[in-house]
């Protein structure tokens, strides 16, 4: 087989570095499952060696990881994966411009808990609202419960998306007002009108709003998404505040899209970006601290 790609190689060079013939050489192809996982611990195992002391003390504070058995590399005795990584990496960002002690966090986008989950075992945190949608909050509800002590799950709270603003605008709802909102790409997922329904939340109700999501949509020949029909490509890019079309692996491109995350993620004309830097290990993230001097109650 190796031959046959190696001569196809000599009669045509255009593509072979891209398609089916170079995995055959020195390229492991990212196309079959065995290799993305191959390519999934490679950029972990590269990551989880750049970490400092004070990231790996934040990993071991989180006990049980290990449920829902995820892909792990194994760096100085200690195991970690991507999601609790990037967690771990999102709260040595936010508490550079924020004390997250005694603080009540708000989440839109609760997804499986991973956040809550980091965010509880490393700072004696009040009280935590998660947001989400009801199938989505039946597994957030299922992990958190499976990992967190009974007084660190004592002090969650889940919403359900549609009674969101109802539920926080009750007069019964405590507290009035959070220390912190954090959102991870959900907006990505929303139309136009409920994005800016949340960012209106979060004006009403908290003094400052972590965001970490995408600069723009892919453009890139290399990606299934490029080629895309264009009824497709426009359904894509009718989701979230940010829509340009850019090539997510060029850093002029993701600078410049930069500039647009910060304006479009910034909950209302009070508020300021008090930080804001490449979401790592993404190209094409971007995560940004906002800060508001006071809210409306």
Avoid at 6 to 18: H, P, V
Avoid at 258 to 263: E, G, I, T
């Amino acid at each position: 087989m190796a031959r046959t790609m190696l001569g196809e190689a000599t009669n045509g060079l255009t593509g072979f570095k891209s398609d089916g013939r170079n995995p055959h050489l020195p390229l492991r192809g990212p196309g079959s499952n065995e290799a993305q996982v191959r390519y999934l611990k490679a950029l972990l195992y590269e990551l989880a060696t750049r970490l400092g002391a004070g990231e790996w003390e934040k990993i071991r504070n989180i006990r049980r990881r290990e449920i829902g058995d995820p892909f792990t590399v194994r760096v100085n005795g200690q195991t970690v994966c991507l999601d609790y990584l990037q967690a771990v990496l999102e709260l040595e960002f936010i508490e550079k411009e924020l004390d997250l002690q005694d603080t009540w966090i708000m989440e839109i986008g609760s997804g499986y808990g991973c956040i809550c989950h980091a965010m509880l075992s490393n700072y004696d945190i009040a009280g935590y609202a998660t947001i989400g949608s009801r199938d989505t909050l039946t597994l957030t509800r299922s992990y958190l419960r499976a990992v967190l002590s009974d007084a660190q799950y004592a002090k969650v709270r889940f919403i359900q998306v549609t009674e969101a603003a109802a539920t926080l605008r009750s007069s019964r709802f405590e507290p009035a007002v959070f220390d912190l909102c954090i959102n991870v790409q959900s907006f990505t997922e929303k139309g136009l009108r409920p994005a800016r329904a949340d960012l209106g939340l979060i004006d009403r109700k908290c003094t400052a709003f972590f965001a970490k999501s995408p600069v723009g949509t892919y453009a890139d020949p290399a990606l299934a998404a490029h080629r895309r029909s264009g009824a497709k490509n426009r359904a894509a890019r009718a989701n979230g505040p940010l829509r340009q079309l850019a090539d997510l692996h060029d850093t002029e491109a993701v600078e410049e899209g930069s500039a647009d995350f910060r304006v479009a993620h910034r909950p209302g004309p009070a508020w300021s970006c008090a930080a804001d830097g490449r979401g790592v290990p993404w190209s094409h993230f971007w995560q940004a601290l906002y800060k508001k001097a006071s809210v409306r109650p």
